[in-house]
């Protein structure tokens, strides 16, 4: 099968959260499964420079609207190759990706969002046109492909090349639907007949992640609790009932992860590699963090860490109601991430206040995350709601014990620990209050000073296997469905 994946971000070449995970790994998993597949993503800042891709000789020219006037914005299809198996195609185009950031500063969105991932959908069809390349399926990741869809369904209805070609959508993230003024309609060259509450109109504003749903022959999320849960009016943020409509249509496949890059017996980003058999060299992973990040090296001392977006979201107000009472205790704090300016400031005093507690790093560091991984004791995923989550699938593979709560793929994956059965791989709690996420991971402390059963949960965690292989699988079974295979 011949399948292009589109995709706003994808590791190694440009990364915010786990979708670029995805993007990375999972085309790797299906040209493992022997299926043809290549990505196109946009050429951020530092690609060129870093893999040096190749010019396709493809220059591409989209119509966009700046105030009341069309002007031809002009790029270029670059190519790579990732581990000699997938293709990937970026489409070039400065002005609008060669910037600090992906999608958004501390201060907001960019304010030309729209037209930045008009451009990107619009080259990847037109990259498609040129090329005379109809693929067996596209799939399209979260709200910057969304038009893609869209455009097959409306502009390219009746393209002898793309017409009926089928789409898979994935949600990565319902809580960021690419909702712009409903003028925008016009930049997106969409007949206004479309702008209906049957498809993209949203309370009077254009919502692009709402027509990829409604167009999308297959929607996938990212676990089958998240998938059950946007059908909910709590968790659908508004799009509870254009989910509900498509139920059948509609599948959740958790998440896995690539332990090519993510396994402590080969991580050659961490001090020394260990692995359920030989947990030595995780004390010295924690002893190196420590050290790292100036905290007093103390081997009985818990670490916990967090790797994240700093938003609501992903439970932040939960800790910041209790870190002050955690940090009274005998532990210390680990911190790696960016976003909300609030959280910044938060957690730029808190490190002001407790030096000798915490390290707190508002950046991204891949190598860093690595270190902490294998470095901390417990790992913190207090979410309000979390599509899938990888992170408490990586700590569980570096003995780093998870602390969550049920909601989403974190209740998928993680299995309370039950001193009675000597089963779980974790700690979770439901109730979202900084009260109940409190007791849990106190809980999760009490047992690690007990070392003979925490070394047992370690070691239940590190056992699981959440590889790419079986999730590859049943994308492969919906893409046959999506195509009638």
Known sequence: MDILMVAPEMVPYAKTGGLADVAGALPLALADLGERVSVIIPCYRGIEEKYNPEDTGVEIVVPILDGDHWIDKRGRILKTVLDNKVDVYLVKMDEYYDRDALYMLPEGDYPDNCARFTFFCRAALDFLKERNWRPDLVHCHDWQSALIPIYLNTNFKEDPLLSGVPVVFTIHNLGYQGLFWMWDMKLINVSWDYFTTEYLEYYGKLNLLKGGLVFADIITTVSRGYAQEIQSREHGLGLDGVLRDREKDLYGIVNGIDYNIWSPENDKLIAQNYNADDLSGKARCKAALQEELGLPVSPKTPVVASISRLADQKGFDLLTSVIDELLEGDMQFVLLGTGDAKYHDIFKDLSRRYPDK??????????????????????????????????????????????????GGLDDTIRDWDPETGEGNGFKFASYTGRDFLECLQRALAFYFRDDEWQKIIRSGMQEDFSWGASAKEYLWLYNRATGG
Do not use: W
Not at 369 to 393: K, T, V, W
């Open 358 to 407: 915490t390290g707190i790093n508002i950046t991204y560091d891949e190598g860093l995350a690595h270190r902490i991984e294998a470095g901390a004791d417990i790992f913190i995923m207090p979410s309000y709601y979390e599509p899938c989550g990888l992170n408490q699938l990586i700590s569980l593979k570096y003995g780093t014990v998870p602390v969550v709560r049920a909601t």
